[in-house]
């Protein structure tokens, strides 16, 4: 993901999480006809949008090993929990849960970015036309 001169680069992991779903919403607003403007021009743009969507996935699902090693690592060092009021046990069973999720959504986002390419692939025609 090319990040060079964005300068929202500071926020929160949180706060880009948010803008992405509030963008998601606006995309599909536009997508669907609910915003009486700005919506899909020509066969071209749709041609674009699925290039970037794609782009949005693949870097959506880099993301989401990393959010593993993350918890992971909090867990092995002893600082993740909340306040010591889950026990050992139920810590590494709820890790699990979230790393065994996030490793289906991993795959399930590979599967969705290889989708989206054939997608984009096939429109080629109609975005010449």
Not at 21 to 41: K, P, V
Not at 51 to 58: A, P, Q, R
Request: hydrophobic fraction near 40%; charged fraction near 20%.
């Amino acid at each position: 993901m090319d990040l060079t001169g964005n300068r929202d680069v500071a926020s929160t992991p949180a706060v880009l999480a948010a803008r992405a779903e509030e963008a998601a919403r606006a995309l599909y607003q536009r997508t669907s006809g609910q915003a009486n403007d700005d919506s899909i021009a020509d066969t071209a743009e749709v041609h674009q949008m699925l290039g970037s969507l794609k782009l949005v996935v693949e870097n959506l699902a880099r993301c989401l090993p990393e959010l593993n090693t993350w918890l992971e690592q909090r867990m092995w060092s002893g600082t993740l929990g909340n306040g010591g009021e889950l026990s050992f046990d139920e810590l590494t069973k709820s890790t699990f849960e979230v790393a065994a999720a996030l490793a289906r959504a991993h795959r399930m986002s590979a599967q969705l970015g290889r989708e989206l390419q054939a997608a984009q692939t096939a429109s080629r025609d109609l975005a010449t036309q």
